[in-house]
């Protein structure tokens, strides 16, 4: 279904996504998953396919909308009018999470955040801000403006499992500038932050799997891990 809010004055929408075996009453699992810039929610679950693994392992789901006519995510620094216009994204998300668990059974321990390019900027945002909300967090093919993460003091040890492709050009895995002159972190260097945040070990626990590198850093600082 396609759900509406007004938040900070503006009207804001999601997509929700319950599962077929969702019972009212358990406490259940909430992801949040933001699209990329110029996207929506219908084409992030189109892409993400979390319907369908919602319905695997019974989650609920939701794909917020961002604001503006090329739809973006206030991430700080990124991306084009939300951050331009200062959007109060990471109120809109607290806003967000209230709605959803007075509408449903939302277990207010495991709510988590993925976001994809755009929205991945935003979900480290949300990292840094948010928290005392979110459990843990999922970006997916973007780093940090490297002001944002200079600024970024997240009140916990932050679970995150970054996923990032090498031969990414549109969000190189070296980093880069962005059309306003904002430099990108590089992935060793946004990987690296949170580690040293979360007091993980120095070296992570390589899994190599076909053309997939898989490292974990654990265990860290209060029971989190960093992958």
């Known amino acids: 279904t396609t759900r509406s809010l ?29 699209h990329g ?30 604001t503006g006519a090329k739809s973006s995510w206030n991430g ?24 959803l668990s007075a509408l449903t059974s939302v277990d207010p321990a495991r709510v988590y955040a993925t976001g994809f390019s755009n929205g991945a900027i935003f979900v480290y945002r949300l990292a840094c801000e948010a928290s005392d909300r979110i459990a843990a967090f999922a970006p997916v093919s973007a780093t940090p403006v490297r002001e944002d993460q200079q600024v970024c003091q997240p009140s916990r040890s932050v679970p995150l499992i970054y996923f990032h492709g090498t031969a990414d050009r549109l969000n190189p895995y070296q980093g880069g500038t962005t059309g306003a ?47």
Not at 6 to 33: K, Q, S, W
Not at 38 to 64: H, K, T
Request: charged share 15%; proline share 8%.
């Open 181 to 227: 002159g904002f430099e990108y972190v590089t992935v060793p260097e946004a990987i690296q932050f949170w580690t040293g945040g979360n007091a993980c070990p120095a070296s992570p626990q390589s899994v190599p799997s076909g053309n997939i590198q898989h490292d974990v850093y654990a265990p860290c600082a209060q029971g989190a891990a960093v992958e």
């Open 37 to 66: 810039f110029e996207l929506d929610g219908g084409e992030m679950a189109r892409i993400s396919g979390l319907n369908e693994q919602a319905d695997l392992s019974g989650f609920i789901v939701a794909y917020p909308n961002g």
């Open 6 to 34: 007004v938040h900070d004055g503006i009207e804001r929408t999601y997509l929700l996504h319950i599962p077929p075996g969702y019972d009212a009453t358990r406490p259940t699992p909430l992801v949040l998953a933001f």
């Open 76 to 99: 700080g620094h990124c991306c084009g009018e939300a951050a331009k216009n200062n959007v109060d994204d990471v109120g809109f998300v607290r806003t967000l999470i209230d709605e």
